[in-house]
């Protein structure tokens, strides 16, 4: 379609071009023989101007000849120009007369003007024959004719290997693509040696494989690692029960029920600790409300629950206000279990402090225990992490606290991290600091 148009363009602007030429002839010639006329320089035979392709003729009010650029039209002659000329060319246009029986006849374009003859009204006409100009406008056309089908079926087959050159490793990627199941996604793709944007595209679709293969095997590990960690108050809850079921003691069941209570307490907060892991997760559910929460009074109301559960001192004299965007449940559970972890491995003191550093808000649980070794401090954030292996389940907890930790607070668009706090000659604990910052409302 291109092609055909830009022929046809390439015709009518040639033929513009062309015919603007020849009117500019004749209006040369009629201006020409009207000199003569002027300066009564006019004889029965006008001069010619070197050109075999154009007749110019005056002619008097009866359409007869008074002067002929033309041997073989004399005066008194008719003219062979219709009589009366067209309105366009008496009006002073150009205009294209056809068949004329003039010169070696055919189609003409026609130029006039009306002059005065020794007092007698004439009228100047000039014909330019469109012979020549039609020739050459036939052989375009034929050229074009031939030329536009070969040329487009020139650029399709080009375009046809190209395109099927270009796609070809296209097409090696989608076959390998579809070859790979959930089961392979250890598999890559192959890259095409050329570095263009097919090579992009199969570097990217790589990275994109590995993202999945990493997100598969730390969903396998979820799944082991939580099945792991729930069958191990399960089996003592059995036992347990079986114990009670096969030699009942009326001394013994009330402790054996006790110890059935807090391993079912674990085994719920076991639970719940894997439901809030997975909201934290579901993409879903992890854009927090927008209502503003006063961190400080969730930390102080926390704060008051863990002193009745543990046995090191907690020193909240360092929270000062602090206000924060989101979902002050998560938030709370945040707070928890930053305690939990501080309680769980102080030897005597937990330091509590919040405080507003620009446009964020900086939370810091501190403890006076072992602290965190600086190779772990990334892991700990990581599911089921348990830093002591040899420490008992009841003292150890789940390892689902700080992940929860972690998600919330990026959740929030903040960020949680471990470092060691000062030692006491610092004015610090000398145990683990765990920091999160948030944005400030």
């Known amino acids: 379609m291109a092609v055909i148009a830009a022929g046809l363009g390439l015709l009518a602007g040639l033929r513009h071009s062309i015919w603007s030429h020849l009117d500019t002839t004749a209006q040369q010639r009629v201006s020409d023989v009207s000199t003569l006329v002027r300066d009564h320089r006019l004889r029965d035979l006008i001069p010619s101007n070197g050109s075999d392709a154009d007749v110019v003729v005056v002619v008097d009010s009866s359409g007869h000849v008074v002067s002929s650029s033309d041997y073989d039209i004399h005066p008194g002659q008719a003219s062979g120009f219709p009589r009366p000329l067209p309105a366009r060319i008496r009006a002073g246009h150009t205009a294209t007369l056809m068949d004329l029986p003039i010169g070696d006849g055919g189609d003409f374009r026609v130029a006039a003007r009306p002059a005065r003859l020794k007092g007698v009204p004439v009228t100047i006409i000039a014909a330019v024959s469109l012979e020549q100009s039609e020739h050459t406008l036939d052989s375009l056309v034929a050229g074009l004719a031939i030329g536009v089908p070969a040329l487009t079926a020139l650029v399709a087959w080009t375009i046809w290997l190209t395109a099927g050159q270009t796609l070809r490793p296209v097409e090696t990627l989608r076959r390998q693509a579809t070859e790979i199941s959930a089961t392979g996604l250890h598999r890559r793709l192959d890259l095409p040696p050329s570095q263009d944007e097919v090579h992009a595209l199969a570097a990217t679709l790589n990275d994109m494989l590995g993202r999945l293969d990493q997100a598969s095997a730390a969903q ?32 013994r069941d009330p402790k054996t029920a006790a110890d059935l209570l807090e391993d079912t307490l674990r085994l719920h907060d076991l639970v719940e600790g894997l439901l809030a892991l997975a909201r934290s997760e579901d993409p879903a559910a992890r854009r927090p409300s927008d209502r503003v929460v006063d961190l400080d009074e969730v930390v102080l109301a926390e704060v008051r629950h863990q002193r009745g559960l543990s046995t090191a001192a907690i020193d909240a004299r360092g929270v000062s206000a602090g206000r924060v965007r989101g979902d002050a449940e998560a938030l709370r559970r945040v707070v928890r279990n930053l305690l939990d972890n501080a309680r769980r491995h102080a030897a005597h003191h937990v330091r509590v402090r919040l405080d507003q550093h620009g446009d964020a808000v900086e939370l810091t649980v501190s403890d006076d225990g072992t602290g965190i070794p600086e190779p772990d401090r990334l892991r700990v954030f990581e599911r089921f992490t348990r830093l002591d292996e040899a420490r008992s389940r009841d003292a150890g907890g789940s390892g ?37 910052r948030l944005p400030s409302a």
């Open 400 to 436: 689902l606290g700080l992940a929860i930790v972690g998600k919330v607070v990026t959740a929030h668009g903040g960020v949680a991290y471990a470092d060691q706090d000062p030692p006491p000659t610092d004015g610090g604990l000398g145990g683990a600091r765990l920091v999160v």
């Open 220 to 251: 396998r590990r979820f799944v082991a690692d939580a099945a792991h960690e729930l069958r191990s108050p399960l089996a003592a809850i059995m036992a347990q029960l079986e114990v009670m079921a096969a030699y009942p003691d009326p001394e």
